[in-house]
């Protein structure tokens, strides 16, 4: 599928005004957009790898910093629950997203929603 479509798909699907978590943002192409568009003003971009996120990091003006913050971490693990949190976890193996949520089912409980968009074993999720 091409990627572009791939991510609004994914962005379309995102109210307004909701606190955001990207896991396994990479290059961050989904929290820039919704910071770029106004669509959130709260948005913690996470990553396992540091050198991942250091892609995201570089694309950081002063101001998106303000909407954007990022973090290294394994799924959910020492984020803090909010309220209105909205996450997505794309571009990743249904496993490793099962993996993710099932550690962390109480936080994931707690969110609004979940967008979830696996790239291999789909049918799994
Ligand atoms: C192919 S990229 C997907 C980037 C973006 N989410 C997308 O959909 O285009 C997968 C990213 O997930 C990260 N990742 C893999 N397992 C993870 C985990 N358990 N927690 C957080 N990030 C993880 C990888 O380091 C990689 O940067």
């Given amino acids: 599928m091409d990627d572009k479509k791939r991510l ?16 396994g943002t990479d290059h961050g192409l ?4 919704l910071a770029k568009n106004g669509i959130s003003k ?3 971009a996470t990553d ?8 995201l990091r570089t694309a950081l003006t002063d101001e998106l910093s303000t909407i954007i913050s990022t973090r290294v971490t394994d799924g959910f693990k020492g984020i803090e ?8 976890i794309a571009g990743m193996g249904a496993n490793t997203i099962i993996d993710i949520i099932e ?4 936080f ?18």
């Fill in 8 to 23: 609004l798909d994914i962005i379309n699907l995102i109210d307004e005004n909701k606190n955001i978590i990207d896991i």
């Fill in 42 to 44: 709260n948005i913690l």
């Fill in 103 to 106: 550690d962390s089912l109480d």
């Fill in 108 to 125: 994931a409980e707690n969110l609004d929603y979940l967008i979830l968009a696996s790239n291999i074993n789909t049918e799994k999720l």
């Fill in 81 to 88: 629950k909010k309220e209105n949190q909205v996450a997505i």
């Fill in 48 to 55: 396992i790898s540091e050198k991942s996120l250091e892609k």
């Fill in 30 to 33: 989904v929290p820039l957009y």
